[in-house]
């Protein structure tokens, strides 16, 4: 199983970036999907992804800015991120836990990350 995850790129602050992130191989099934980010010298931290009880959790930084959809039909995920500050500026990667045929088992899986990178 891979992940693959596009659309990052560099815009200005107040600009939009669609990201998407599409789970690829022996799948079954995707119980979530979400995106998380790291910044230079910082910790890898949660962006938007769903809780065990199905409502999404957003980082209190990104509220109102930033929005994660899903297509189950395409194994895909998308965040929509508009409104972006240059504190915004990460690598984005993707994390889906996916019951893989092959292994007849969970698994859990991360993208190899997309630059986004936003200037003032």
Do not use: H
Request: a positive charge; glycine letters at 10%; one cysteine or more.
């Amino acid at each position: 199983v891979q992940l693959q995850a596009s659309g990052g790129g560099s815009v200005q602050a107040g600009g939009s970036l669609n990201l998407s992130c599409v789970a690829l191989g022996s799948i079954v099934s995707i119980s979530a999907m979400g995106w998380y980010r790291q910044a230079p010298g910082k910790q890898r931290e949660l962006v938007a992804a769903p809780t065990n009880g199905g409502d999404i959790r957003y980082a209190d930084s990104v509220k109102d800015r930033f929005t994660i959809s899903r297509d189950n039909a395409k194994n895909t995920v998308y965040l929509q991120m508009d409104s972006l500050k240059p504190e915004d500026t990460a690598v984005y990667y993707c994390n889906a836990q996916v019951y893989v045929g092959v292994l007849r088992d969970w698994r859990n899986y991360w993208g190899r990350g997309t630059q986004v990178t936003v200037s003032s």
